[in-house]
């Protein structure tokens, strides 16, 4: 006998089915009643592993229009947080790291696909990050625009989402740090460095691995 709740267990079924028939984002699951009757419990336990599905975005539920698998994305990670989730110190820094590694590990590969027009617009993205009386949420709009923009040139979903997805973490918990943030012309010079190292294809690595050591000292 199964020792997980119901809910979680019809979780797991669903997920079974979603894998077991070939269901991809946008296709719809059976009617409420054949699922029930096909995983031999009650409609309520069915609503409710439905209902924990659609919180971390597998699936997504129209009123009136059915059950349809979500396309897979990282946001409900983000929107689960809870508000008083605080990383300090150590743990600060150890989130940076991934978020370093993501991008120092991708950055040669992305300068091999980069256009001019991409390179042009970057530069462009930094050079904004020097104009003073930018405010700070300002400058991280314009940092994040700058990072996500770099790595476009991979058509890369998953890579865009992660980027995303760490860009996202860290500043909701870096604000609550006592890091002394760079100057505008410091932040955009660090950025124009990183655009002068993927337009000649050289140093590309060394270049984001200075923007984030730059980081790292001011936490």
Known sequence: MSTLPKYRETQLKLRSYIAEHGLRAGD???PEAELAEAFGIGRLSLREAVKGLETVGVLRTRHGGGTYVEPFSFAPILENLPYAFQLEGRDLLNLLELRAALEEGLIG?????IRRRDLEELRGIATAMAVEGCTPDEHAALDRQF?????????NPLVSQMI???????HRLHRATVAQPSSPAELAQMHLDI????TS???EVEAMHRHFENIRTRL
């Not at 590969?109 to 696909?113: G, M, T, V």
């Not at 655009?195 to 993927?198: C, G, I, L």
């Open 28 to 30: 719809q699951l059976p």
């Open 109 to 113: 590969r992305a300068s091999e696909w």
């Open 147 to 155: 990072h996500r923009r770099l790595y476009e040139p991979l058509d």
């Open 164 to 170: 995303d997805l760490f860009w996202e973490m860290f």
């Open 195 to 198: 655009v002068d190292a993927v």
């Open 201 to 203: 294809q050289n140093g």
